[in-house]
């Protein structure tokens, strides 16, 4: 009886599953060479992060794009935690066009649920994945500098000037920089900062190359409502008109408000990824899958 050289069926299948794994992996070559070295600022939603499944999933996005040489900075909000502090406080929380009415009371709330809790647990978990993760504030280094916005909203700042030192040493030594959004007033008083608009001001100042907003929907609808109206693509003066006719509110608002303040300040691209999918970060910068809602020039 002859045996040939065949080998038997479940090595094979088990050859041609890695080599499927390969194939992923080298996908992968061009986007790691593309932006080896770029900054990418990503924003964390607050809406996303009591799920310890996701945290996990994106600490490990995190981590793997900063061994790869790709510069990730994150800004975090922290909306739904703040808002159930400050209920705790008996404070009701109101909002004027997405962004939050902040008193002095409020703003003592922010900076603890921000700077002692959400900031040290993102932290911890990207060490815990093998990132070298330090948690700041916009106050640290004097990097985020505001005024106040307007009168209504009480002391939620405007950024007026971002100092990247102490971000440049930071990710010069391959650290990940995690900011909580918070900056300082004219007179060193602690301002609220929407994060969206804090990523976006970092974005700017880094040079950074990309903008990613992880929230806690698919993307950009063109009606709220209406899953069907996800928007996959769009120019910076599709983004203008849309805003223009003042149909987006909530907190998707301040998101493309500061994704047309990226793109004018010379961001490459931003995106809003869901959140709620494990590895959405992964891949949208390592696969050519459109996912979520990307702005370009
Ligand atoms: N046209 C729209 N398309 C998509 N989402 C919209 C739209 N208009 C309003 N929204 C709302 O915006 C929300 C996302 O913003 P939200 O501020 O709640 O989350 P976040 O910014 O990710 O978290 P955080 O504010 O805690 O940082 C969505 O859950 C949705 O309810
Ligand atoms: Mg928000």
Redesign the pocket.
């Known amino acids: 009886m002859t045996i040939g050289h065949s080998t038997p069926s479940p090595a094979k299948s088990r050859i041609a599953n890695s080599m499927g794994k390969a194939r992923i992996l080298m996908e992968a070559l061009p986007y790691i060479k593309a932006f080896r070295g770029k900054t990418v600022v990503i924003?964390h939603?607050?809406?996303?992060m009591d799920d310890p499944e996701l945290q996990s999933s994106f600490a490990g996005d995190v981590t793997l794009l900063a061994m790869v040489g790709i510069r990730p900075v994150i800004v975090?909000?922290?909306?739904?935690q703040i808002s159930q502090e400050m209920k705790r406080a008996g404070i009701v929380p109101e909002f004027v066009d997405?962004l939050r009415v902040t008193g002095p009371e409020t703003v003592a709330v922010v900076q603890r649920v921000l700077a002692g809790d959400i900031n040290p647990k993102l932290v911890g978990m990207l060490n815990a994945h093998g990132s070298a993760a330090v948690g700041l504030t916009g106050l640290d280094g004097g990097m985020l500098s505001a005024q106040t916005l307007v009168p209504k909203l009480g002391l939620v700042g405007e950024v007026t000037r971002v100092d990247t030192t102490l971000l440049d040493d930071l990710l010069e030594a391959a650290m990940v920089p995690v900011i909580a959004p918070l900056a300082a007033g004219p007179g060193g008083e602690t301002l609220n900062l929407n994060?969206?608009t804090a990523a976006a001001a970092l974005a700017i100042a880094l040079n950074a190359q990309k903008l990613i907003?992880?929230?806690?929907?698919e993307?950009?609808?063109?009606?709220?409502e209406d899953a069907a109206t996800l928007i996959s693509k769009m120019s910076q003066a599709e983004l203008g008109e849309l805003l223009a006719r003042g149909?987006?509110?909530?907190?998707?608002?301040?998101?493309l408000e500061s994704c047309r303040a990226a793109l004018a300040g010379g961001v490459a691209q931003a995106h809003i990824l869901d959140?709620r999918m494990q590895h959405a970060l992964l891949l949208e910068i390592f696969t050519p899958e459109g996912i979520g809602t990307m702005v370009t020039p």
């Open positions: 924003k939603g607050g809406s996303t975090h909000g922290g909306g739904p997405g994060a969206d907003y992880l929230t806690d929907i993307g950009v609808r063109r009606s709220e149909e987006i509110g909530g907190g998707m608002r301040p998101k959140g």
